[in-house]
């Protein structure tokens, strides 16, 4: 015999309203002159004029995260917080308009991930890190163009591989 909904241990939940009726089917016409791709470049271009703004955003809640880090101490939870902040800024700038920036963040991920404890982060590299995402956003430092902003990452990232060295790269377990 088999088991009801009501002998497992979950529930399935119905949507509120079904979206099918909030949009219209193309007819066959208008589906073969519907361009998925130009949509959505014409609804990029639309949101674009906020793209700054987000990027603002984005370095704001970074720099609270890297405040919590200063007023509580570089620990598992506040380590975690700067890693999202710092990986969402990675994960949208390309998007938003900002790829050198989505660098300087990559290589801000690629420091705090490679660390082998949080006691092992230099705080003044995390702190430059931090204020030159905010510069770069502040400034408008968008991408190759921005020759300060360049050398900028060029530098970030010499000294942080230049720290990491010291430490043995991890072994896979197999």
């Not at 430059?128 to 502040?138: D, H």
Request: aromatic content about 6%.
């Amino acid at each position: 015999m088999a088991d009801t909904a009501k002998d497992q241990e979950y529930e399935i939940l119905s949507p509120p309203s079904d979206l099918r009726s909030k949009v219209r089917e193309l007819t066959p016409r208008e589906a073969k002159k519907f361009d998925p791709v130009k949509a959505a470049e014409a609804a990029l271009a639309r949101l674009s004029s906020h793209f700054g703004t987000w990027m603002d955003n984005e370095s704001a809640t970074l720099l609270r995260a890297w405040e919590t880090v200063r007023a509580e101490g570089l620990n598992d939870e506040t380590l975690a917080g700067l890693f999202q902040a710092a990986h969402n800024i990675k994960g949208q700038a390309l998007t938003l308009g900002f790829p050198l920036v989505g660098e300087v963040a990559a290589s801000f991920c690629h420091l705090i991930e490679t660390v082998p404890s949080p006691d092992k982060l230099p705080l003044s590299l995390v702190e430059r890190y931090v204020e030159a995402i905010r510069a770069m956003v502040a400034e408008g430092a968008k991408d190759e163009a921005n020759k300060t902003g360049v050398e900028l990452l060029k530098t970030l990232q010499g000294v942080t591989e230049e720290y990491l060295a010291q430490f043995p790269p991890k072994q896979d377990e197999t």
